[in-house]
Nanobody, 123 residues
Framework: VQLVESGGGLVQPGGSLRLSCVAP????????IAWFRQAPGKEREWVSC????????YYADSVKGRVSITRENAKKTVYLQMNSLKPEDTAVYYC?????????????????WGQGTQVTVSS
């Protein structure tokens, strides 16, 4: 399962970015897709997940109210819209799937990862 992230970049505090996770040769819609992030020197942190059963969405407390996860099955894409970005949001962002309909917050339960996209929030 190949996952490809894009949409990262350099943005000023308070700005917005929309990250994309595409599975070019795989049907994503039955499965939950999660976003994680990893800052230098820190452990990989769960950010958000959208389930494959009913499309329920889940968010880490650190991003709740600022981030929205959606999926567009026809385009085999899951998006992470991030608003009101803060310097502490700076990290490499990864999407992942464990080929389950249910969401998990544990990175060790995910078997398939993208290569990551860098998000830098700085003035």
């Amino acid at each position: 399962v190949q996952l490809v992230e894009s949409g990262g970049g350099l943005v000023q505090p308070g700005g917005s970015l929309r990250l994309s996770c595409v599975a070019p040769e795989f049907t994503l819609d039955p499965y939950a897709i999660a976003w994680f992030r990893q800052a230098p020197g820190k452990e990989r942190e769960w950010v958000s997940c959208i389930s494959g059963s009913d499309g329920s969405t889940y968010y880490a407390d650190s991003v709740k109210g600022r981030v929205s996860i959606t999926r567009e099955n026809a385009k085999k894409t899951v998006y992470l819209q991030m608003n009101s970005l803060k310097p502490e949001d700076t990290a490499v962002y990864y999407c992942a799937t464990e080929l389950s309909v249910f969401c998990s917050r544990l990175p060790e339960e995910y078997d398939h990862w993208g290569q990551g996209t860098q998000v830098t929030v700085s003035s």
